[in-house]
C-alpha cells in the first residue's frame, strides 16, 4: 500500500477516550500535510525549484487524500485505521 511506501502509523500506548482528544491526535496528521501543502503553493511565486515544489505538492495530496480514505491496514499483525476511518469512529461514537 500506499502508505506502506512513503508514510506510517503514529501508535500511541493509551488511546484517548475523549472524543475531543482524540479527534486533534487524529487531525494533527492531515493537518499537517496541508500545512506543508500551503507552504510549498505561497513558495511557488519565489522560487525557480517549481519541480520540487510540484512534487512536494502532489505527495502531500496524494497522502492527505490516501489517508482520508476509511479502511484498516494491518501493521505488525495489528489493524491499524486509517486517519479517515478513525474520524468516522469518532464521529459515529465509537473510540476504540
Excluded: C
Excluded at 502508505?3 to 487531525?27: H, M
Amino acid at each position: 500500500m500506499l502508505s506502506r511506501l512513503i508514510g506510517g502509523a503514529t501508535l500511541i500506548d493509551a488511546p484517548p477516550t475523549n472524543k475531543l482528544t482524540a479527534f486533534i491526535y487524529v487531525i494533527s496528521g492531515p493537518v499537517s500535510n496541508a500545512l506543508i501543502i500551503f507552504t510549498a503553493v505561497s513558495l511557488w511565486p519565489h522560487t525557480a525549484l517549481k519541480a520540487i515544489l510540484a512534487a512536494i505538492i502532489l505527495i502531500e495530496v496524494i497522502v492527505v487524500i490516501e489517508n482520508l480514505i476509511p479502511r484498516s491496514t494491518v501493521y505488525e499483525g495489528v489493524a491499524v485505521p486509517s486517519d479517515g476511518k478513525r474520524l468516522l469512529q469518532i464521529f459515529f461514537g465509537r473510540l476504540s
